[in-house]
């Protein structure tokens, strides 16, 4: 099978899955309350991408090179009997690599293991903050910094590891909280990860002026540890990695803003209604649902989903510049799609 490229030479070979667009958090940074209240509409049940449509998908990616899947959401453990989606999509030939990302809210012991004997090999957790009273404020439901450290234990004790842990970072917000981060998983296995806050769709009021840059993060851990830079596990790693000097563990810096990594980007994504997106920022989807509906072939959707791959371009972080900084500092909106809505 010849290798799918796209105008960058960048093959397809993540496909990270959205199966859901709802969360039962609100963080302030992705679904803020005064915009994801009440009375917000989620999408129906009939709009969003069934079982076998995904697993369709997924089949056919792989067919095209998709090695890895990712399921993400909203909070993807919201998505009724997600069991039996991940044990269809494991027994996907060329499929080696399943991982799952979740806000650990409903990561019971008992569903770890689940999850696990389903095929997912690994999960990233999501936790802003280690202390409460903070992590309670920024995802503005009062789930306790304690309850996603379980859900971790769990996820470590069921086998799906290497665990991962992001942290988005932002300035003057939890920016005093990557030493406490850091102290907190240390010697324990988990890789914690800091993010840069990113310009994701237009609903959490983003500004450059709040993004802590993966240099200044570093220079805060520098200052208590002692770090050595690690060369990447596999082509197109989104985290640059180090090491503590004192063999601690690993930990890395997730820096889209001041250090893109466009040029290795190998991840398409499936929002929850069947667009596929080829960049994060993205601002219009390709819409697949329609065709799984209406008869097409899977020669006639992996005609279109390589075509979509081939004539790809973006580079959006790399284009990231003054007039996305005055864009934000004005409030202007461009359409991008939300984090929630395509995963991260």
């Not at 079982?51 to 993807?76: H, N």
């Not at 989104?238 to 090491?243: G, I, K, V």
Request: glycine residues 10%; negative net charge; aromatic residues 6%.
């Amino acid at each position: 099978m010849s290798t799918l490229t796209d105008t960058r030479s960048r093959p397809l070979r993540d496909l990270r899955i959205s199966l859901t667009d709802r969360c039962n958090f609100r963080c302030t940074y992705c679904m803020p309350r005064e915009l994801f209240g009440a009375e917000h509409l989620f999408l129906p049940r009939r709009e969003l991408l069934d079982f076998d449509e995904i697993e369709r998908i997924a089949r056919i990616a792989a067919g095209l090179g998709v090695t890895k899947l990712r399921l993400t959401g909203g909070e993807p453990l919201l998505r009724r009997d997600i069991d039996v989606l991940i044990r269809r999509l494991a027994a996907i030939d060329g499929i080696d690599d399943i991982c799952l990302t979740t806000n650990g809210s409903l990561l019971t012991k008992q569903r770890a293991h689940e999850l696990k004997a389903a095929g997912i090999n690994r999960v990233t957790l999501s936790l802003d903050a280690i202390d409460d009273e903070r992590f309670m404020a920024i995802n503005d439901v009062g789930f306790p910094a304690a309850k996603v450290l379980e859900a971790v234990d769990h996820a470590v004790a069921a086998g799906l590891t290497p665990v991962k842990v992001n942290c988005v970072i932002q300035r003057g917000v939890n920016d005093d909280q990557i030493l406490p981060m850091a102290e907190a998983f240390r010697h324990t296995g988990v890789v914690l990860r800091f993010i840069e806050y990113m310009d994701v769709g237009t609903s959490n009021g983003w500004r450059l002026d709040d993004v802590v840059p993966a240099r200044e993060i570093l220079d805060t851990l520098r200052s208590r540890y002692g770090l050595t830079r690690q060369p990447a596990g596999q082509p197109g790693e989104t985290a640059n990695r180090w090491h503590y000097d004192d063999g601690a563990g690993e930990i890395g810096v997730i820096a889209s803003v001041s250090m893109p990594f466009c040029g290795g980007c190998t991840r398409a994504r499936l929002s929850a209604i069947g667009e596929l997106y080829t960049c994060l920022f993205g601002v219009h989807g390709h819409d697949l649902r329609t065709p799984l509906r209406s008869g097409a072939s899977d020669a006639d959707i992996a005609a279109q989903l390589a075509g979509i791959w081939h004539a790809r371009d973006d580079r959006y972080s790399e284009q990231r510049g003054e007039e996305t900084a005055q864009r934000s500092r004005s409030g202007d909106a461009d359409g991008r799609v939300e984090m929630s809505y395509i995963g991260g």
